[in-house]
């Protein structure tokens, strides 16, 4: 079955520099790549996703990456912001209705004053 | 909001208590789940209902019991639960059981068995 690991676990930036996650996944068939993030004292929220078909995708201040050979995915969050602390995570599915989707362990981003 | 709508918020429960956590959607989904949030562990799926109909259960123990009475109400039973059990529980929702698509996820019972 897929597996999810996701690195660092814990992330202290200064706000204004940019944050980088990376995760990796097991499943070559996986085709399906979204980031949650969670806030304090709330559910996991989709900020951003990425279909296999692409290798990048922007939105504002965050863009994710995706490397198939590699089996790897990366979310960038540029110019950080105080609200941008959270916990993070990343997923990987093949998409279909009997799929799973694996989510990897989190990564707890602190955005420095 | 997300759309997704749980209670309790908090539930202290002692190992001998029954509770039941409720879920509630109306974003016109017809795939719910219930999720485990542990510390410094991945979320856990526990049960998919699609369409009402549960179809999937992770070999979760017996003393968790789900039950989804129409397209937008899911509840979790527990009874007999263990300290381990503590953790954040966490609904979610989708637009279909397709795994591709954006999961609304509710704010969670935090879950304490004293």
């Known amino acids: 079955g897929e597996n999810v690991e996701q690195h660092p676990s814990t992330l202290s930036v200064q706000e204004g520099d940019s944050a980088v996650i990376k995760c990796t996944y097991s499943?070559?068939?996986?085709?399906?790549f979204p980031w949650y993030k969670q806030e304090l004292g709330k559910g996991p929220q989709l900020i951003i996703d990425i279909r296999s078909n692409v290798g990048e995708k922007k939105d504002q201040r965050i863009a994710v990456t995706l490397n198939k050979t590699a089996k790897h995915f990366s979310l960038h969050i540029t110019e950080t912001q105080p609200e941008d602390s959270a916990v993070y995570f990343c997923a990987a599915t093949r998409g279909n209705r009997d799929d799973k989707i694996i989510f990897g362990k989190g990564t707890r981003l602190h955005i420095l004053p | 909001e997300t759309g997704v709508t749980q209670t309790p918020r908090h539930l202290v429960m002692g190992m001998t208590n029954k509770k039941s956590l409720k879920c509630e959607q109306h974003?016109?989904?017809?795939?719910m789940y219930w999720y485990k949030q542990s510390a410094k562990k991945p979320l856990e799926l526990m049960f998919v209902y699609s369409l009402e109909e549960r179809v999937e259960n992770n070999s979760v123990p017996s003393r968790f019991s789900p039950e989804c009475p129409n397209s937008s109400h899911l509840f979790l039973h527990l009874h007999t639960l263990q300290p381990e059990d503590s953790a954040l529980y966490l609904c979610?929702?989708?637009?279909?059981?397709?795994?591709?698509?954006?999961?609304?996820f509710g704010q969670g019972t935090r879950l304490t068995v004293v």
């Open positions: 974003l016109g989904h017809n795939a």
């Open positions: 499943d070559s068939a996986s085709n399906y």
């Open positions: 979610a929702s989708s637009r279909d059981r397709v795994t591709d698509t954006e999961a609304f």
